[in-house]
């Protein structure tokens, strides 16, 4: 069985893959201190909370990290309790995708796994919205290669830059508010955070497909996205399981040796 891993700056998701499909998903706090042990006594509580597996189950494991700090710890869990050496993503690893930019290995690998994930379902061209820390719109060509894109703050920074900074601005929670004026300082607050930010996507969304020249697709991802995914009407798809379907696809090229058509 393999365990695909998605290290975020925030958060880390393990999924258990049989064939094409994650029939098991946890998600805990990314940290770069956990030893080897310590990632499998927490996934060994997880696989039995759920019952139906074991960590001897697992045999194979691929890995994409946007913490290089946590990949030594990761690395070694995998190559104890996973059987052995696990595929890391990079720009390298992932047969059937060119990387069309001035420097390659500048590429986070949680965009090159989007990448994967978003041109075997939806094809290209297409523009893939991702949510998390920062917010990465990533530029898929119509035959499936990364071709640049736009880093711009996440929500929750935006959100907490502006409690940080104004002494008399409360720390407030993610809603969509009843109104676009508010009339508290709390309701002003999530208008701006929650409207301010869509009209971020649907402005470089815009400006994306201009520049691009032809029609694309747009599909959202990330764990913030549910949030927005139905007030910005430039996103064709949401798509909770975009990453996860990318590392499956990604670990079939490389240890089966074939390719989805």
């Not at 700056?9 to 499909?21: K, Q, R, Y």
């Not at 597996?53 to 045999?59: A, G, P, Q, T």
């Not at 929750?156 to 720390?171: E, F, T």
Request: aromatic share 8%.
């Amino acid at each position: 069985m393999l365990l695909a891993l998605d290290i975020g700056n925030t958060n880390t998701v393990f999924a258990l893959i049989e064939g094409d499909e994650a029939v098991a998903q946890w998600r805990a706090s990314t940290s770069s201190v956990w030893t080897a042990d310590e990632y499998a006594v927490w996934l060994s509580q997880m696989l039995e909370i759920d019952g139906r597996y074991k960590l001897s189950d697992l045999d194979r494991c691929v890995i994409s990290t946007v913490v290089p700090q946590s990949l030594f710890n990761v690395r070694n869990f995998a190559r104890r309790y996973c059987g052995g050496e696990p595929l890391i993503v990079d720009e390298k690893s992932i047969p059937g995708v060119e990387v069309r930019i001035d420097r390659p290995s500048e590429v986070g690998a949680d965009r090159l796994v989007n990448t994967v994930g978003a041109f075997v379902k939806y094809g290209g061209p297409l523009i893939v919205v991702d949510s998390g820390t920062a917010t990465n719109f990533d530029i898929v060509a119509k035959d499936g290669a990364f071709v640049g894109g736009i880093i711009a703050p996440g929500i929750n920074l935006s959100m907490q830059a502006l409690h940080q900074a104004a002494a008399r601005l409360p720390r407030i929670a993610i809603e969509r508010p009843d109104k676009i004026i508010g009339t508290t300082t709390v309701g002003a607050m999530q208008s701006g955070v929650f409207w301010g930010y869509v009209d971020l996507i649907e402005g470089l969304i815009a400006r994306i497909k201009n520049e691009f020249g032809e029609p694309m697709k747009v599909v959202a991802t990330g764990g913030i996205s549910s949030l927005y995914s139905d007030a910005a009407t430039s996103i064709d798809y949401f798509d909770p399981d975009l990453t996860i379907r990318g590392l499956t696809e990604i670990a079939r090229r490389v240890f089966d040796g074939k390719e989805k058509t």
